[in-house]
């Protein structure tokens, strides 16, 4: 199983940037991708997550409005579309799966243990 993460970088506030994870190794669509994210200092942090079976998604309350999760599954990729983002968003973003389809709209997702994890992508916001 590989998760792997990419599209990090710098970018001023305001800005926008595009999250990918690509895995192999399993069957994508009985899968939750999720989204977390580790600034300096802070404990780990639930941002987003899409069931690639019927895109289900849920998301943090400091994200909605802002970033948008999305899953190409003839790629078994999952995207974060991360827009408005301010000094506040700047962290390592993993990726990880759940083997499980999780509806959306629900509380308590990220409390769940995913199975598999990425390595990061870091994401840095300059004001």
């Known amino acids: 199983v590989q998760l792997q993460a990419s599209g990090g970088g710098l970018v001023q506030a305001g800005g926008s940037l595009r999250l990918s994870c690509a895995a192999s190794?399993?069957?994508?669509?009985?899968?939750?991708i999720g989204w977390f994210r580790q600034a300096p200092g802070k404990g780990r942090e639930g941002v987003s997550c899409?069931?690639?079976?019927?895109?289900?998604?849920n998301y943090a309350d400091s994200v909605k409005g802002r970033f948008t999760i999305s899953s190409d599954n003839a790629k078994n990729t999952v995207y974060l579309q991360m827009n408005s983002l301010q000094s506040e968003d700047t962290a390592v973003y993993y990726c990880?799966?759940?083997?499980?389809?999780?509806?959306?709209?629900?509380?308590?997702?990220?409390?769940?243990?995913?199975?598999?994890w990425g390595q990061g992508t870091e994401v840095t916001v300059s004001s």
């Open positions: 190794g399993f069957r994508f669509d009985d899968y939750t």
């Open positions: 899409i069931s690639t079976s019927d895109g289900s998604a």
């Open positions: 990880a799966a759940l083997r499980a389809r999780l509806a959306g709209n629900i509380r308590g997702w990220d409390n769940i243990r995913f199975n598999y």
